[in-house]
Nanobody, 128 residues
Framework: QLQLVESGGGLVQPGGSLRLSCAGS????????IGWFRQAPGKEREGVSC????????YYADSVKGRFTISRDNAKNTVYLQMNSLKPEDTAVYYC?????????????????????WGQGTQVTVSS
């Protein structure tokens, strides 16, 4: 069974940084579009960023543009989400997800219903 495992969440002060990791198990992430989503208490899950499987295009939601960076390390079969200048409103459970179709471009962000494989989530709390 294909598995995704997130790590790297934690408690950080406003303005701080975290790097989330999404590691693939039993499949090669290169061939999948990878999305990062987050869900805050009482809110719907939203797409934050994604990276294309074909040309490496990336997408960022307006709320994180300029602060978050998504990247791949194919040798480690891992996708990262570098989060800088964190704000309290970034507090959420963060999930990575994969889909074999290339549902990601600079203008096409990740949508929950399009992604087939999900990790268990990692908590990010931004608080002083």
């Amino acid at each position: 069974q294909l598995q995704l495992v997130e790590s790297g969440g934690g408690l950080v002060q406003p303005g701080g940084s975290l790097r989330l990791s999404c590691a693939g198990s039993r499949f090669t992430l290169d061939y999948y579009a990878i999305g990062w989503f987050r869900q805050a208490p009482g809110k719907e899950r939203e797409g934050v960023s994604c990276i294309s499987s074909s040309d490496g295009s990336t997408y960022y939601a307006d709320s994180v543009k300029g602060r978050f960076t998504i990247s791949r390390d194919n040798a480690k079969n891992t996708v990262y989400l570098q989060m800088n200048s964190l704000k309290p409103e970034d507090t959420a459970v963060y999930y990575c997800a994969a889909v074999s179709a290339d549902y990601c471009s600079e203008t096409l962000g990740p949508r929950v219903y399009e992604y087939d494989y999900w990790g268990q989530g990692t908590q990010v709390t931004v608080s002083s």
